[in-house]
């Protein structure tokens, strides 16, 4: 147990719906992760919330948004979804990114669009 | 584009024998971290080993890192039907703000029993 969860574990959208994904980060851990993974491929990093802000972002269009909360939770928004936007999307915390420590994931949300 | 590269792509033991899988990586890194991923699921970390490291222990788990080679590999000992699953390198690069990891596409090892 990594002390990070996520919700739902599996969804289904059409093409052109918005979806919106959760993530509760460890105790204590400040900084939260989205990081997107297709089949058969590593995630790749979309964006990083430290302390309520954005800081720092993979190459994802602004149609992927997030936000995170004053207890550290987040939430992971895409927007006009697209038939490529089906993946595993992770979540994962860190103690406080500054220190380049351990990064823990949750065990992710299944996104089928149809 | 992925920083790290895994080899070999898929890997087929027998229980007891042991599995190396290496990695590349390609600019300066803060530190280098090795996940295992069983099907479907979440991410599990195995180990961290920082830039000015050069080898770590866990368990039947050992870790080298070669900053001159940009390179690092991942031992496992004596291994079991359980270890089956695919295996990640992820770097925390040095240039990018934050603490995102890069990952590579993976190995994915199959322990026969």
């Known amino acids: 147990e990594t002390g990070v969860t996520q919700s739902p574990t599996h969804l289904i959208k059409t093409r052109g719906q918005q979806v919106t994904l959760r993530c509760s980060s460890q105790s204590g851990h400040n900084t939260v992760s989205w990081y997107q993974q297709a089949l058969g491929q590593g995630p790749q990093f979309i964006f990083q919330?430290?302390?309520?802000?954005?800081?720092g972002r993979g190459n994802f269009p602004p149609r992927f948004s997030g936000l995170q909360f004053p207890n550290y939770s987040s939430e992971l928004n895409v927007n006009a979804l697209e038939l490529d936007d089906s993946a595993l999307y992770l979540c994962a915390s860190s103690l406080d990114y500054l220190i380049g420590n351990t990064i823990y994931f949750g065990e992710g949300s299944w996104l089928t669009v149809v | 584009s992925q920083q790290g590269e895994e080899d070999p792509q898929a890997l087929s033991i027998q229980e007891g024998e042991n599995a190396t899988m290496n990695c590349s990586y390609k600019t300066s890194i803060n530190n280098l971290q090795w996940y295992r991923q069983n099907s479907g699921r979440g991410l599990v970390h195995l180990i961290l080993i920082r830039s000015n490291e050069r080898e770590k222990h866990s368990g039947r788990l050992r870790v080298t890192l070669d900053t001159s080679k940009k390179s690092s590999s991942l031992l496992i000992t004596a291994s079991r039907a359980a270890d089956t699953a695919s295996y990640f390198c992820?770097?925390?690069?040095?240039?990018?703000?934050?603490?995102?990891?890069?990952f590579g596409e993976g190995t994915q090892l199959t322990v026969n029993p």
């Open positions: 919330y430290y302390r309520e802000e954005e800081n």
């Open positions: 992820a770097t925390d690069a040095r240039e990018t703000s934050g603490s995102r990891l890069t």
